[in-house]
Each structure stands twice: as structure tokens, then as C-alpha cells.
């Protein structure tokens, strides 16, 4: 049984003019945007009288100095503070400038668009979406000058904390003078270029890779991705395990030690069904890692949470289920996707992506009652692509979650908790949540996302027992955010006046927002002792050592022994939760996640899903056994995957083998083929002359009536073919949306 106990204590709070939209923290000083561009300053106190008199767009905070913010104006005047606001200096600049992105590494350098129409002397390169103009200040915003004409999007380098990359580099996609659409970067504010890509018509860039979007060919409505790795500049586009299918949109989810996580829609009129690729560590060779990934339609978010290294969350669609919805789909039944949201699943991988399992479902509810499920029953938690205030919240080797244990992911909500990476969870609370975990110290507090609120639930235990602690005022909470020693909910004061506001309008005269700050010192608990003698009956710390699936402590290489804090110790931790030991590990099978063109098995072995061979060979040649060795992994002796060297066949060099999918995988490999169709080649055998002369004719034929038809489809067509989905980038977990390539 869970123990709530009363507790009084005095906040912060402040009641707003609309919804907060921005909090920025800068040193002890904490700055709050309003919906109708109101800024408030520590909760309490009101700005300087020259900023509260203006209306701000925005608050943009330094990389390259945290104590420089930029106070943005909704018209033509705007603010800096060099020092967290204890001084002001204010700068002009055109009106219609927007968009401003800061230099990470230069607090006074920023940059600025503006949209310009066209007239009859540009007007022949003038061309949809390419009509802003780029702007850049180095002081502050004092002064500003155009450097780019005709942009589509430009970023300040990702690349530029490398010490042979400019401080003032950027990246840029735009039409050149010659009409061409490119991506280039440039050093000197493009008074000169280095061209990256020609027939470009986007880019997202990392800290390891420029991606950019290009036409797949000229018969084909979707698109083809190139990347570019660091250190290099000469774009390579991505190789699938299957070849000739269409790829419509593109979401970059992750990289991590040079792999690639990616999730691509191969259905146009479907975008939110998307397969998850993992490259190798070039970037550009991927394998399939998850079917049916699900994707938002209105964010561009997808259902794949971090969780901690190799530990990633996945919400998928069944694939039985989605069989059935295509075979409905051909028929143009329009409600088979809506049932097909009835059948969501959640996946989980200890493996970097290379295995994914159901997630156990807990033994016990919230009271501690035995929970029947019967079964392929299991735990389904929430993703972003629907429930964003709820989604996957992780930190260290905690991770709490909003769903129901069941076949499917359901609509009567738990939430649930795991303190060993996901391995094992717990219920630990009725109904639906807003949660947020203080970094480090133990502390985790809840607020009901079901109801008004008017109290806080938190807990040192990691769920075993709950405090309550009573606000002052009700409210729907919207979120919280825990941050320098304080936890910030804010909400809107009344849910009944939502009806008066249009949706997705916060600046109604009827919504005042609420923000309430809650500094852990007010609600702390002795601090916790025996951080040198983990394990021991006096100490508050224990050991633990991370594991896979299978229960195996070595991860990637290693075993590592890891410092928590002890469930049952109710105290403050101001220690890190690190690793004190670090053993390595012979490699074994789990070392090995499946090559370029294989696929798991049910029995988790990687089988071809294609006869693979060389197309010219002489002597021998490295054979792929299947696997090729986890990003990032250290493993050393033990059992070797790899390729293995072999001898060529005698008629490799003549004779073109047919690519047939191999029988081991063809049952499997006829759900994959349905939404990622194959190029299926069909070899006659040589005849006679005579019969040549005719195949060739015949074959001729073929081959002008395929041409005939993807013109009409390309040409003739044109005015029917839907509007192409755009690709979106997936976004931190600390950002809200971000678009990986603007709107095409």
C-alpha cells in the first residue's frame, strides 16, 4: 500500500496574463514567456518598465555565453542582457526579421530572415520556398547586413567547436545566381562557397553527419537521403537492405558512437508508418531494425525513447493487424487505419537495435495486488507521437512511463516505473501523470494529467511511499520542468474556459496562465550517507550492474559495476550515479547485430533476405556470415561473426546470378516485401539465334511501353500526384519540434 502523507509548503507562484510559453533559466534568475508576449521575471517581480512595455516574440539564450540572453520584439525593437538582466541594451532591426539563431560559439554573432517578393527582374529565379533572405549581426544586433539571397534554410555549422572549422561558418540550402538548387557552407558570410550538393532540396545537420534530401530519380514521387560524415565532403547516399522502393519521409532519430538510427515511411498516402533502419558506423549501410514504427502526422514525432546506452523504446503497430488494414486499404476502406490505432505495441532493445522484445509487464498493481494478464500480455507505455506531456521520462537508470499492460496499448492508463533500465516495472500510480526527475538526487514528484490539480505527489523511494504536498490553487497542468534545484508546473487556471479559446489558441483574453516554483530544499530529507561502502547494511548506496536481455552483465564489450542509491533509503543523493568498475568482456553472439541484407529470424539468427554476391570476382572475396559487430563495441576474442574469406565460383565472372530471396527467410520476408516492395528480375535462359532475335524484340517492346508509362505518370499525371510529406527531424528530448527539412 502506497503511504500519502499531508505536508504544507510555501511556493512561488505567479498568475499570468496567458499560458507561459517559454521559461529560460539564467543563473539564479528565471525569466517567464507569456502567450501575449509578456516577460516575468523570478515568478514575482515585473520587468523593467522598457521591457514590460514591449511585446516579445521571443527569448533566446547563448551557448557560448549562458548569461547572454536576446529578448526579441514582435516589431522592429529588440533587448540583450550580457549579464542575466541586470543591465539592458536595446537594438533596432527591420521588422519582418525572424527566425533568429544564435552562434554557439560566438555570443555575438546571430543570424535572421526575411521573406522578399518577387518582380519582374528576379522573377525567373524566383521559386516556391526559396524566397527569404538571410542576415547576419556581429555585434549584438546593432548592425545587420544581407549576406544571402533566395535561402530556403541556413544553420550556423554543428561542425564549428572543431578547431579547423571557422567560427563564422554556415550552412546554407538556396538558388544559386545560376538557378541551381544546392547546399553549399561558407566561411566569409558567401562572398565565397564550397558546394556540397547540387539538386538539393533540404539538409538537418549533427555533430557527425550533414544529411541532405534529393530527388530520387526522375519517374519517382519520393525522395533519396545523402550523408556526409565529418571530415569529409562528399555526400553518400544511404544504402537499404532492400533495393528499388520508394521513401517519402525521413526521420533522423539518433546517433550514437557513428550509427545511425533513422525511421523511413515507404507508403506515401501512410507517412505515419515508418520502418527503423540503423546504419554502421560510416552512416550510409543500414540494416532493418523495426518494423511499423509509429509516427505523428502533426509533429513529425516518432514513437523511439532513449532510455540509456543501448536501451531505446519503440511503439510499433502490430504487423499482423497491418496485413489486415492493407488488405482494407486496397479495397479503399477509409476506416482501416483508424482500427489499425487500436492495435499499437510497445518494443524494447538492450541491444542498440540489434533485437527487439516485448517489455515485461509488472506482477502487481498500484495497491499491490496481483495483476492478471493472460496471455501474450505485456507492458505498452505511451510515446510522444500522441501523448507528449506523458511520454517516456528517463534518467540514469530510471525511466518512468504512462500506459497499461495488456496485448495492446490501450486507454485506461497506469503509470509505471522501472529502476534497472527497463528491465523490470512497477506500477506505482492510478491514472494518468506529468512527471519530472531531479537530476541525480533521487527525488521524482507527479501531478495529475486526468483532473484540475491542486496538489503534488513526490517521492525519495522511487514509488514504494508518496508525500502530498497541497498547492494553493487549481489548475490543469500543462508541464514540469525541473531545473537548477527547482521544479517548475505551470497550467492554465480553469479547463472550463478552454471552450472559449479556438484550438491550439493560448492568447484567448479568457486563459491566465499559472506558474508555480518548487525549490527541493523546502521538502528535503537527510542526505544520504555511505557513498564509499556501497552495499553494506549502514550505507544508503548499493552496486548494479546493467544487463541485456538475456540477463548477461556484459554490454558492448564490458561489464560495468555501477553506485545507486538503495530503493529504501529515503535521503538526498548528491552523488553521480557512475560506474566504478569496468571489466572487458570476450565478444559472444550478443556482439553481433545483423549486416547489410540480413534480417533477424524467429529464432534471432540473421538470415539473407537475398541471394548477396559479388558482381565481379577473382580468387576470393570477403563473405558476409550474417553480422557485423555493434557500434561502439569493445568486445575482444570470443566468437567471431565477421567476414570470412572464400573462394569465388568458377562463373561468377560470366554469368549474373538472380537475386531470389533465400527460402529460410521467404515467409518472413513477404510482410517486409508488402510495404517495402523488391526489384524482382526475371533471366531467361539464351536460345537459338532465331529465338533471340525474337526475345530481343520482344523484350525491346516491354521496355519502350514501361518508359511510355512512367512518362504519362511523371508528365501527363502530373496534375493529379499528391503533395510530396516532408521530412522532419526528430527532436532532443529537451526541444520541442524541430523540422529536419522546411515544407516542400
Known amino acids: 500500500?502506497?503511504?500519502?502523507?499531508?505536508?504544507?509548503?510555501?511556493?512561488?507562484?505567479?498568475?499570468?496574463?496567458?499560458?507561459?510559453?517559454?521559461?529560460?533559466w539564467c543563473k539564479s534568475e528565471t525569466f517567464i514567456l507569456s502567450?501575449?508576449?509578456?516577460?516575468?521575471?523570478?515568478?514575482?517581480?515585473?520587468?523593467?518598465?522598457?521591457?514590460?512595455?514591449?511585446?516579445?516574440r521571443e527569448i533566446l539564450q547563448s551557448e557560448a555565453d549562458p548569461q547572454v540572453l536576446y529578448i526579441l520584439g514582435d516589431v522592429d525593437t529588440s533587448y540583450v542582457t550580457q549579464n542575466c538582466g541586470k543591465t539592458y541594451q536595446k537594438f533596432k532591426h527591420e521588422k519582418t526579421l525572424h527566425d533568429f539563431r544564435l552562434n554557439p560559439l560566438e555570443a555575438h554573432s546571430l543570424m535572421a530572415f526575411k521573406e522578399f517578393r518577387c518582380n519582374a527582374t528576379n522573377g525567373n529565379l524566383c521559386k516556391e520556398k526559396y524566397k527569404k533572405q538571410l542576415y547576419v549581426s556581429n555585434d549584438y544586433g546593432a548592425n545587420w547586413r544581407l549576406v544571402l539571397n533566395r535561402t530556403r534554410d541556413a544553420i550556423w555549422d554543428k561542425l564549428i567547436e572543431l578547431p579547423e572549422v571557422p567560427d563564422s561558418r554556415i550552412v546554407a540550402s538556396y538558388l544559386s545566381d545560376q538557378g541551381h538548387v544546392q547546399v553549399s557552407y561558407s566561411d566569409d558570410y558567401f562572398k565565397t562557397t564550397q558546394l556540397l550538393r547540387n539538386n538539393s532540396y533540404g539538409f538537418y545537420q549533427t555533430k557527425e553527419y550533414l544529411f541532405i534530401l534529393i530527388d530520387a530519380d526522375p519517374f519517382s514521387k519520393g525522395y533519396d537521403l545523402e550523408v556526409i560524415k565529418q571530415g569529409s565532403l562528399t555526400p553518400v547516399e544511404l544504402v537499404l537492405p532492400i533495393e528499388d522502393h520508394q521513401k517519402y519521409t525521413f526521420t533522423v532519430l539518433d546517433t550514437v558512437n557513428g550509427s545511425i538510427f533513422i525511421s523511413i515511411s515507404h507508403l506515401e498516402d501512410m507517412p505515419k508508418i515508418m520502418n527503423i533502419y540503423q546504419s554502421d558506423t560510416s552512416g550510409t549501410k543500414y540494416t532493418l531494425s523495426l518494423l511499423n514504427n509509429v509516427r505523428s502526422l502533426d509533429t513529425?514525432?516518432?514513437?523511439?525513447?532513449?532510455i540509456m546506452r543501448g536501451i531505446y523504446i519503440a511503439n510499433i503497430y502490430d504487423n499482423t493487424e497491418f496485413e489486415k488494414f492493407k488488405l482494407r486499404r486496397s479495397t479503399k476502406n477509409t476506416d482501416g487505419i483508424k482500427r489499425l490505432e487500436n492495435y499499437k505495441q510497445s518494443?524494447?532493445?538492450?541491444?542498440?537495435?540489434?533485437?527487439w522484445h516485448a517489455i515485461k509487464a509488472p506482477k502487481y498493481d498500484y495497491k499491490g495486488q496481483p495483476i492478471q494478464c493472460n496471455g501474450d500480455c505485456s507492458l505498452h507505455l505511451l510515446g510522444r507521437s500522441e501523448a507528449p506531456r506523458n511520454r517516456i521520462v528517463s534518467h540514469s537508470y530510471i525511466t518512468i512511463g504512462t500506459g497499461n499492460t495488456g496485448i495492446y496499448l490501450g486507454n485506461e492508463y497506469k503509470t509505471y516505473l522501472s529502476r534497472d533500465g527497463g528491465h523490470t516495472w512497477f506500477e506505482i500510480l492510478d491514472g494518468m501523470h506529468i512527471y519530472d526527475i531531479a537530476e541525480n538526487t533521487g527525488l521524482i514528484v507527479f501531478v495529475s494529467d486526468e483532473e484540475q490539480a491542486?496538489?503534488?505527489l513526490y517521492t525519495w523511494d522511487e514509488g514504494l511511499t508518496f508525500k502530498k504536498i497541497k498547492m494553493n490553487i487549481t489548475m490543469d497542468i500543462t508541464n514540469v520542468v525541473y531545473k537548477n534545484g527547482k521544479f517548475i508546473f505551470h497550467g492554465i487556471s480553469d479547463s472550463k474556459t478552454l471552450g472559449v479559446a479556438k484550438e491550439d489558441d493560448f492568447t484567448s483574453s479568457a486563459l491566465k496562465g499559472i506558474v508555480v516554483s518548487l525549490d527541493i530544499n523546502q521538502i528535503m530529507v537527510r542526505e544520504c550517507q555511505g557513498f564509499d561502502s556501497p552495499g553494506e547494511q549502514d550505507s544508503d548506496y548499493e552496486f548494479w550492474y546493467p544487463t541485456n536481455y538475456a540477463g548477461d552483465k556484459c554490454l558492448f564489450g564490458k561489464r560495468e559495476k555501477y553506485?545507486?542509491?538503495?530503493?529504501?533509503?529515503?535521503?538526498y543523493?548528491?552523488?553521480?550515479?557512475?560506474?566504478?568498475?569496468?571489466?572487458?568482456?570476450?565478444?559472444?553472439?550478443?556482439?553481433?547485430?545483423?549486416?547489410v541484407g540480413f534480417k533477424r529470424d524467429v529464432y534471432s539468427n540473421c538470415v539473407p533476405m537475398k541471394e548477396i554476391k559479388p558482381k565481379y570476382c577473382k580468387g576470393t572475396y570477403l563473405k558476409s556470415q550474417g553480422y557485423r559487430k555493434i557500434s561502439g563495441d569493445e568486445c575482444q576474442d570470443g566468437v567471431y561473426l565477421g567476414p570470412i574469406e572464400v573462394n569465388c565460383e568458377q562463373d561468377d565472372s560470366s554469368t549474373t546470378k538472380n537475386d531470389n530471396v533465400s527460402p529460410q527467410s521467404q515467409g518472413e520476408n513477404e510482410t517486409q516485401q508488402s510495404q517495402v516492395p523488391t526489384k524482382k528480375v526475371q533471366i531467361t535462359q539464351k536460345k537459338a539465334s532465331g529465338?533471340?532475335?525474337?526475345?530481343?524484340?520482344?523484350?525491346?517492346g516491354v521496355i519502350l511501353l514501361i518508359l511510355a508509362f512512367f512518362a504519362k505518370k511523371k508528365y501527363l499525371d502530373a496534375g493529379k500526384t499528391k503533395k510530396r510529406t516532408p521530412a522532419h527531424y526528430y527532436p532532443g528530448r529537451q526541444q520541442e519540434k524541430q523540422s529536419l527539412f522546411t515544407e516542400l
Open 35 to 56: 502567450a501575449k508576449g509578456m516577460l516575468y521575471k523570478n515568478h514575482t517581480s515585473e520587468m523593467p518598465k522598457l521591457i514590460s512595455n514591449l511585446t516579445i
Open 454 to 456: 491542486s496538489e503534488i
Open 563 to 571: 553506485i545507486r542509491r538503495k530503493q529504501r533509503a529515503q535521503c
Open 573 to 595: 543523493n548528491k552523488e553521480p550515479n557512475l560506474p566504478v568498475q569496468t571489466e572487458s568482456c570476450p565478444c559472444t553472439k550478443a556482439d553481433w547485430e545483423c549486416d
Open 300 to 306: 513529425g514525432n516518432c514513437d523511439f525513447e532513449f
Open 1 to 24: 500500500m502506497l503511504t500519502l502523507l499531508l505536508l504544507q509548503v510555501v511556493f512561488s507562484q505567479k498568475i499570468l496574463d496567458s499560458p507561459l510559453e517559454q521559461v529560460v
Open 691 to 700: 529465338g533471340g532475335i525474337k526475345f530481343t524484340y520482344l523484350a525491346t
Open 347 to 355: 518494443r524494447i532493445t538492450f541491444e542498440q537495435g540489434g533485437e
